[in-house]
């Protein structure tokens, strides 16, 4: 049997690669909700897309099949508010797609660095590049926001989208 010990856990001299690990993990974070921000940007387009085509061609066939057709004066009104929905469901799609200017650590600084500081203490470099990803992740985090407000708003404007589309169907099948 060991014998367990309740002692910390040291990292050496500093929580320093302790403190870059979670930085790090934090940067990839971001960077893999920009993609899955944007993907799901994308799925709101194409939602959207397709269920307005879906629409139109709803429409054509039946004023197709029957020429004297007329739609239900309450149908066409939500089905206009229903279109406008998905309109806006798929520019707030394409604002989550929106090209945003993310911070990152310039070319040229990481050239200074290498050649004035490249003999700087380990601890005084892990400090240096920690604040570089805090840069990098603060700018991240706030654009990431932009692109998430603008995907709930598209998903929200696809649910309205979806009611006022139903209470049109709902009228045109009274």
Known sequence: MVASTNAPVTYGDSAGPVFLDLIKSQLDEER????????????????????VTLLFAFTALATKANPTYVLATGARGWLFVSL??????????????WTLSYVEVDALEFKNLLQTRWNDPTTEV???????NLD????ARGRNN?????????ITLELFAIATLAISVSQVLR
């Not at 893999?32 to 269920?51: A, D, F, H």
């Not at 406008?84 to 797609?97: D, I, K, P, Y």
């Not at 990098?136 to 700018?139: A, D, L, Q, R, T």
Request: no cysteine; hydrophobic share 50%; proline share 0%.
């Open 32 to 51: 893999n909700r920009k993609s899955s921000l944007e993907q799901r940007g994308i799925t709101v387009i194409t939602t959207s897309s397709t269920l």
């Open 84 to 97: 406008m929905f998905f309109v806006a469901a798929a520019v707030a799609g394409l604002v989550s797609n």
């Open 126 to 132: 892990a400090e240096r590049v920690a604040m570089f």
């Open 136 to 139: 990098v992740i603060e700018g």
């Open 146 to 154: 932009l692109k998430s407000n603008a995907v709930r708003v598209g």
